[in-house]
């Protein structure tokens, strides 16, 4: 089975991770931040992995910290347990539609870390979840993992909606690109390695 633990502590944050890639039968997530909570939830569902996050950070100073340093984690993680990435399918997308709100992810486990994010929230915040976190997390995701990852809110209203929308998105577009396909030789690419 593929999987990770990673924990980390800083003066900022400590946090305790484990990620499954082919154990989707438990989803802990407790950050203290309830709808980050609720987004770490509906990545983990939609991209059929299983995740435990733990996180103690700073709240009493706002939520960037412990969403930010989950990402980069979370990135971390990701990357030991895909391994060698013999055999995976390397690249997935999706499309997610949440009422009036369609959002879009695109992966490429590729080894070389990018991030295009396209994405306008009018509420600043919901619950104690600065929106512009979303950004945030993404990048330290992405660069921690090693992906390229494009993200989109093609249209919506409801800020609620864009951003769980993309969540889904990003676990969904995974969930495909982890797939080992048997018929893929070694790895998935022209180069023969994926770093």
Request: hydrophobic content about 40%; aromatic content about 8%; proline content about 2%.
């Amino acid at each position: 089975m593929r999987s990770a633990s990673n924990n980390r502590e800083t003066l900022e944050t400590k946090i305790q991770l484990e990620c499954r890639l082919d154990d989707p039968s438990v989803v802990d997530i407790q950050t203290g931040v309830g709808f980050f909570d609720h987004m770490m939830e509906a990545f983990a569902r939609h991209g059929r992995i299983g995740l435990t996050l733990k996180v103690d950070g700073d709240l009493h100073i706002d939520s960037h910290h412990t969403v930010e340093d989950a990402g980069i984690v979370l990135g971390k993680a990701l990357r030991e347990a895909l391994g060698d990435k013999k055999g995976i399918v390397r690249y997935g997308s999706s499309y997610v539609p949440m009422d009036e709100t369609l959002g879009f992810a695109a992966i490429d486990i590729s080894g070389r870390p990018f991030l295009h994010f396209e994405g306008e929230f009018q509420t600043q915040s919901l619950g104690n979840f600065d929106t512009e976190l979303v950004k945030e997390f993404f990048r330290a995701f992405a660069f921690n993992a090693g992906i390229t990852l494009h993200v989109r809110v093609l249209y919506g209203e409801n800020t609620h909606h864009k951003i769980e929308a993309i969540f889904k998105a990003v676990g969904r577009a995974l969930a495909e690109a982890i797939r080992i396909d048997p018929n893929i030789k070694g790895v998935n690419s022209t180069k023969g390695l994926i770093e």
